[in-house]
């Protein structure tokens, strides 16, 4: 079994970058799809981004589409979420999950079965 820690996390302005990342231990997170999902305040949790391990493919929410970028280091077993352009919206709790390997990578949450704590971002006007 993998276990996973995100961390990165902070307070940045309206228009700045960020990158989180998700570090995992047991089980290496190269043999699983990643993704990462958010959760803002009075919100379920959604898609960010989730990357399929099979031809590395990268899938997006409309929302982060341009400015989020998943990537995965398989010497590091991590994936990070690279974040540009941040605006207000982009403020939540952030988690990272891993699932089992299949094209398309999942955007549900029952596509992944191991979950981080989260790691909060907040941005400022």
């Known amino acids: 079994q993998v276990q996973l820690v995100e961390s990165g996390g902070g307070l940045v302005q309206s228009g700045d970058s960020l990158r989180l990342s998700c570090t995992s231990s047991g089980r290496t997170i190269n043999h699983y799809n990643v993704a990462w999902f958010r959760q803002a305040p009075g919100n379920a949790r959604e898609f960010v981004a989730a990357?399929?391990?099979?031809?590395?493919?990268?899938y997006y929410a409309d929302s982060v589409e341009g400015r989020f970028a998943i990537v995965g280091d398989n010497a590091k077993k991590m994936v990070y979420l690279e974040m540009e352009n941040m605006n207000l919206e982009d403020t939540a709790v952030y988690y990272c999950a891993a699932g089992a390997l299949k094209i398309p990578a999942g955007r549900g949450e029952s596509d992944y079965t191991v979950w981080g704590r989260g790691t909060q971002v907040t941005v400022s006007s």
């Open positions: 990357l399929a391990r099979i031809g590395n493919i990268d």
